[in-house]
């Protein structure tokens, strides 16, 4: 099955692993020469309440699909640049005008810090320092309909933080609204995931198991607890029709009505195995749920559960929460696990596994893993709905190494990842000495067209973070000590 390329639209419409903060975390149109083909394929449609889809989020839209409509580095020798900001970047975003919003956790001190950067060369123009809080809290974020970071930091404090110039033609960053979350989130407690619903209003979930909806225009704030023992260690995910959530134990689909107070519309409960694994941050599934389909981009939710020996894509329906299909995957490489994102378009899922990545630290909680250790396993699987929709079919499973988020240009039907090679070929164990190499993926066989190594070495660790296209075809990809700037021509 071929995926097709996807028009531009216009602008109206996971964790991964931003955890090194213990270390110690434009317009949309494709850019010229990328000439789409006719038929799109479907991804979520556009948020009005979010940014420019493909650079909004981390996982490209607030349906978590990961995929872009921007084409990514085009034709020409491959250069890269790590831009030093002495800071892991998980969150690597783009407004309408063209400009990076990265949130990073400074190395020393660990206090999360915005930065803007140029989008020329990757500079930072200016900084806006966030309150300190968990290790999960802050990591996730969102650009809005006017390029605002919408960001929960250390005080439990709902921001929107602007960028423009000031009087002298400097760069500023601000706060432009507030609203504290103190009374729905305790103190011991952290938001991990928030989203826009489709009313301008944001979900958010927290690290023990709060689902909440806010309205920072009035002040509203509405929750409900999940069921005692489950935490959600992930992102979240929203469409029209209402926010997935996958804790350590089930997911959710929930909706909210006028008055904003959420529901659970359906719970899938799934296999999250005998405890923790290497290369997972907590006991459950690492999925940020992933909305896709072949009618509405919404049709189907998709995760990978946490079974002991094989994991499996688990793929439901979102009208209902019915299953569609649980298939095995990441089995040629032999590591069953994945702390990411599955990436959906259309009737395709690809599943990048993360068993035995070695995450420099763990969150608070995160308990052992069983076994205590591992090599680095990686695998990336693709499977296919079947048009019907009545079960799933492997396409193609490898054994290849992604060390980050991949992300699918529906521009030019490519997948974008970064893969840590073995410093000895032929092993599968890690070291601070190992290289790192960005690589085009054809999706139709899983097969590496294109690859450029861009460093060596643990400055260059991707840490399973995700990279972003940026409007003028530059690979932004967060690593422990900054960006990677990956381009061509």
């Not at 491959?78 to 005008?97: E, F, I, M, N, Y």
């Not at 489709?198 to 927290?206: E, K, S």
């Not at 990978?304 to 095995?328: F, M, Q, W």
């Not at 039907?413 to 000895?424: A, M």
Request: include cysteine.
């Amino acid at each position: 099955m071929s995926l097709p390329s996807a028009r531009p639209r216009a602008r109206r419409r996971p964790l991964v692993a931003a955890l090194v903060s213990a270390l110690a975390l434009a317009a949309t149109a494709v850019p010229a020469g990328a000439a789409p083909a006719a038929d799109p394929t479907p991804v979520p449609p556009h948020n009005p309440y979010a940014g420019p889809d493909g650079t909004a989020t981390m996982h490209g839209d607030t349906g978590s699909s990961d995929t872009t409509p921007l084409a990514g580095p085009g034709a020409g020798n491959l250069a890269s640049k790590r831009v030093a900001l002495a800071s892991a970047c998980p969150t690597v975003l783009v407004g309408s005008d063209g400009y990076p919003v990265v949130l990073c956790t400074p190395i020393f001190g660990q206090v999360p810090t915005v930065h803007l950067l140029n989008p020329a060369d990757g500079s930072s123009l200016t900084t806006l320092q966030l309150t300190k809080g968990s290790l999960l809290g802050g990591v996730y974020a969102y650009l809005d309909n006017e390029d605002r970071l919408v960001v929960v930091d250390g005080s439990r404090s709902l921001l929107r933080v602007a960028h423009r110039k000031d009087a002298s033609g400097a760069w500023r960053l601000s706060v432009d609204r507030s609203l504290s979350l103190a009374s729905a989130v305790p103190a011991d407690d952290a938001v991990t995931g928030l989203s826009p619903d489709w009313r301008g209003r944001v979900w958010f979930a927290t690290g023990n198991g709060v689902v909440g909806l806010a309205d920072d225009r009035t002040g509203q704030v509405s929750t409900l607890r999940l069921p005692a023992g489950e935490r959600v260690a992930n992102s979240i995910s929203t469409a029209p029709e209402g926010a997935a959530v996958t804790s350590t134990h089930a997911t959710y689909l929930l909706t909210a009505g006028a008055d904003g107070t959420p529901a659970i519309a359906w719970r899938q409960a799934y296999d999250r195995g005998q405890a923790r694994k290497p290369g997972l941050l907590s006991w459950g599934s690492g999925s940020t749920p992933t909305f896709l389909g072949p009618k509405t981009g919404t049709d189907y939710v998709a995760i990978v559960d946490n079974a002991d020996t094989t994991v499996r894509l688990k793929v439901y329906r979102t009208d209902g929460g019915a299953e569609i299909c649980s298939v095995p995957v990441l089995r040629a490489s032999g590591g069953p696990g994945s702390e990411n994102s599955p990436v959906g378009a259309g009737n395709s899922v690809f599943v990048a596994g993360t068993y035995g990545y070695p995450y420099p630290a763990l969150p608070d909680g995160a308990g052992p893993s069983v076994p205590s250790s591992a090599d680095f396993a990686g695998g990336l699987t693709r499977v296919d709905i079947r048009p019907d929709g009545t079960g799933c079919a492997t396409v193609w499973d490898n054994a290849l190494r992604s060390a980050a988020v991949p992300k699918l240009s529906t521009a030019t039907n490519t997948l974008h990842t970064v893969v840590r090679d073995p410093l000895i070929p032929g092993t599968r164990g890690t070291g601070i000495l190992d290289p790192y190499r960005y690589v085009q993926i054809d999706p139709e066989t899983g097969r590496v067209t294109r690859s450029k190594q861009v460093g060596v070495g643990s400055l260059y660790d991707t840490l399973q973070m995700a990279g972003t296209v940026a409007p003028d075809g530059a690979y932004l990809q967060g690593t422990v000590t900054g960006v990677l700037r990956i381009t061509a021509g």
